[in-house]
């Protein structure tokens, strides 16, 4: 087979490394390569997994002769009790190091978005209700937690967390990303890595690159990005996770890019993310996504020809199986069709990471002979501690009247709502109820779930509760609305909680393959809440999804609910997180990852608009959210005053802006302080509004604090005409702000005034008095790797 490229050197490894290189057999090599899914077929849930070779009968010793490269999902295929799958795994680790002739052990990797995807695991929130705590430093907390959890079991590298930046609501794996920010998406996810590998288990960056800008949010389909929009806004969070992170691996996404698969790209394996970035872990293929090059994308005749490419462009390890990187691709290399050089670069990749891991050393063997945990807790009270506190951070307030918090209960309460008694409602898909125990319904869950109905219960207690569906998640089915109304009608309030289901491929109403072509919510959700409403009871709406909504109809509608409350899967607890906020003992701080539409029409949409992205005289539709990125209320008000940032800098710097923020009620809470900026002129089209940086500050009562940020001019950086990523000279309008949505209506102001001769601040109806103004002077500085990515933020009393 032709090659399109030189093929670059091995890389560097130790001698160990290549001393077993070289006693390989292609055979032994190719194991090295692949993984093998024990419990693959039946009801495995993977992209068309029941059209790809689900293995011919053999048993394992057959199987595993030449060795194997991974183990894939032993734990997270189905329900099997921790301990005695850890006893079967430590045999199985002595019989691969016994019994085949180099003695090499599995790498094992699982999934772990939302916690161990294994039974009896903890479930923490989902990563969107991570990005809406803006809180990275407790997500480095779970992630550590996740990792000691996997690290006990045997179990070395995660497939988790997720970078794709979220462009389109529609899409249904929103709720596996973080937001809809780069910055944002960069800090949290890059937590995440630091958290999983302290505990020695590499994380595994998902999916590379740009998968989230599908054609209209649908899985696997085309990108059409352009280069600019690639490298500004799909790559930094990866950028960052490597070189901030230290991430170990790197996982290809499915869809191609103007035409090119990302499995095939040796543009972004391996010329930018290991010649570019110095990456040096491995390059893991999405399952199955090294055959989906012939199947699906067809530039590639058969499996075989469809592993030369992926090799070629830097994929180093095929999971979740070998089938194309065994014999498919054996036949060509035996045929000289293929070169073997090919194979040996990712085998000795694959080697480094196993001896890095520890999985090489005597020790290894030594702890094997130990045998395994006889016991573990994988849900403690820690852990369950450590959920409760990321989902209690990650609630968002969107509307209240006055209602919130229930501080005194209320004699008579009705929860109501096809998510207020269902444990499920509260997971994402890539959790193990969702996304295992689904298959399995006469099974236990294997951990405790308290729903939202039995958590207001043990919190508010009150008097007299009902507890009444009204409707299902999904369906047409009205005749739950007459018990829904009349219970309602009894209630001093009534909690209504709507919302997502989780599940793949059709099997819910979010997650992956689980795409929208409307943003209303599933079914008829919106007119039980509606009949709910107009019953007169106060109501408490609770939305509980994995992609934003378009709520404006409950949020500024003259019939809308008291308040509203939305929340992304918060997880095994999320049910008490979500009471305790509605009663008070909890202030929310959440704040919205990702902005909330008003209408579907409005999608693809992002808050990093340029001027003419957003709403304007010389258009009919108004793009602006009923929500914008950032937003959240609290039970308390805080005030932002003294900003002051520095005059100048030089391309390539730092500059510090300071702020005082106020809590102005009478009750302790936490705000998140965003920094904005904007490029006043650029020579390409710039954003309106960015995000420069944020920080999560707790005040009691009538407490100020000065929060200082020290800003990188990289943070400013974009691509030029050239693609070359620069910082450029020139003026740059800073700001603090509750949401990305303030201070955007001077920047159109301006635009308009400056063709009509009006005065800007009073077509904007803001003064603008509290914007800072810093020049960056100098020459153009581009940007390399040693520059620094991140804001950094301290807090002063």
């Not at 009902?466 to 409707?471: R, S």
Request: charged share 20%; proline share 6%; net charge negative.
């Amino acid at each position: 087979m032709a090659h399109s490229t030189p093929l670059p050197a091995w890389p560097p490894v130790s001698e160990r490394v290549r001393d077993l290189h070289a006693r390989m057999t292609l055979e032994e090599k190719l194991a090295q390569i692949v993984g093998y899914w024990l419990d693959r077929g039946g009801d495995v849930v993977a992209p068309m997994a029941d059209e790809m070779d689900a293995g011919d009968g053999r048993r394992l010793p057959e199987i595993t002769a030449h060795g194997l490269g991974h183990y894939s999902r032993v734990y997270g295929t189905r329900p099997v009790d921790p301990a005695e799958r850890a006893a079967w795994l430590w045999a199985e680790q002595r019989r691969l190091a016994s019994q085949t002739r180099l003695g090499i052990p599995a790498l094992v990797h699982e999934e772990c978005l939302t916690g161990l995807a294994t039974w009896q695991a903890a479930t923490f929130p989902t990563p969107l209700a991570w990005g809406a705590s803006f809180d990275p430093e407790g997500v480095e907390e779970m992630a550590r937690t996740i990792g000691a959890d996997m690290r006990a079991l045997g179990v070395h590298q995660g497939l988790a967390p997720v970078l794709d930046v979220i462009r389109d609501a529609r899409w249904g794996r929103c709720e596996e990303a973080i937001g809809e920010d780069p910055y944002l998406v960069g800090t949290v996810a890059t937590a995440y890595v630091r958290g999983l590998q302290s505990a020695g288990v590499h994380a595994t960056l998902k999916h590379f690159v740009a998968y989230s800008g599908s054609r209209a949010g649908r899985n696997h389909a085309p990108v059409s990005a352009g280069p600019r929009e690639i490298a500004d806004i799909y790559l930094p969070p990866f950028e960052m996770a490597v070189l901030d992170g230290g991430a170990k691996s790197v996982m290809a996404a499915y869809n191609d890019i103007d035409g090119v698969p990302q499995h095939s790209s040796v543009e972004h394996l391996t010329t930018l993310l290991r010649e570019t970035w110095g990456f040096d872990g491995v390059v893991v293929a999405d399952y199955f996504g090294v055959a989906f090059l012939a199947v699906m994308h067809a530039i590639a005749a058969d499996r075989g020809r469809a592993a030369a490419v992926a090799l070629e462009a830097g994929v180093d390890i095929e999971l979740p199986s070998g089938d194309a990187y065994l014999e498919p691709l054996a036949a060509l290399i035996r045929s000289g069709e293929v070169s073997e050089s090919l194979v040996d670069r990712a085998v000795l990749r694959a080697l480094a990471q196993k001896e890095s891991l520890g999985l090489l050393d005597e020790s290894f063997l030594a702890g094997l002979e130990e045998g395994a945990p006889e016991s573990i807790d994988l849900d403690s009270p820690a852990h369950r501690a450590l959920a409760r506190r990321l989902a209690e951070e990650s609630v968002v307030l969107l509307s209240n009247d006055g209602i919130l918090p229930l501080r005194e209960a209320p004699a008579k309460v009705a929860v109501i709502g096809p998510n207020a008694d269902r444990p499920e409602a509260l997971m994402g898909c890539y959790s193990f109820v969702n996304h295992v125990m689904a298959s399995y319904p006469d099974q236990p869950l294997g951990i405790e779930l308290p729903t939202v109905a039995e958590a207001i219960r043990a919190e508010l207690g009150a008097s007299s509760y009902e507890v009444v569906a009204g409707c299902e998640v999904e369906g047409t089915d009205r005749s739950g609305f007459p018990a829904a109304v009349s219970a309602a009608r009894r209630a001093d309030v009534a909690v209504v909680v709507v919302g997502d289901q989780a599940g793949l491929f059709g099997r819910g109403t979010v997650g992956e393959g689980n795409d929208s072509e409307s943003l209303d919510l599933p079914g008829v959700q919106r007119e039980l809440v509606s009949a709910v409403v107009a019953t007169g009871t106060p109501v408490v709406l609770v939305v509980v999804t994995g992609r934003p909504y378009a709520l404006g109809w409950a949020l500024d509608d003259a019939t809308r609910p008291a308040a509203v409350l939305q929340v992304f899967f918060p997880g095994e607890e999320g049910g008490p997180a979500l009471a305790r906020v509605i009663s008070g003992a909890v202030n929310p701080s959440g704040r919205l990852p990702v902005s909330l539409p008003r209408v579907s029409g409005t999608q693809p949409y992002s808050y990093l608009q340029p001027l003419l992205g957003g709403p304007s005289e010389v258009t009919s539709t108004d793009p602006t959210p009923a929500r914008p990125f950032g937003f959240g209320l609290s039970y308390t008000t805080f005030g932002y005053s003294g900003l002051s940032a520095e005059r100048s800098v030089a391309a390539g710097g730092t500059f510090g802006v300071e702020v005082t923020v106020t809590n102005l009620g009478d009750v302790a809470g936490v705000d998140v302080v965003q920094l904005y900026g904007r490029d006043l002129l650029a020579s390409v089209v710039r954003p309106v509004s960015q995000l420069l940086g944020y920080q999560r500050v707790a005040l009691g009562p009538g407490e100020s604090a000065t929060v200082r940020f020290e800003v990188p001019t990289t943070r400013l950086a974009f691509t030029d005409r050239s693609l070359t990523r620069i910082v450029e000279p020139g003026d740059v309008e800073v700001w603090v702000a509750a949401s990305a949505g303030e201070k955007v209506a001077t920047a159109v102001a301006e635009g308009i005034a400056e063709l009509s001769g009006v005065d800007a601040a009073s077509a904007a109806g803001e003064s603008g008095s509290d914007k800072a103004l810093v020049t960056i002077i100098g020459e153009v500085h581009r940007v390399s790797t040693a520059d620094p990515r991140i804001t950094t933020a301290t807090v002063s009393r």
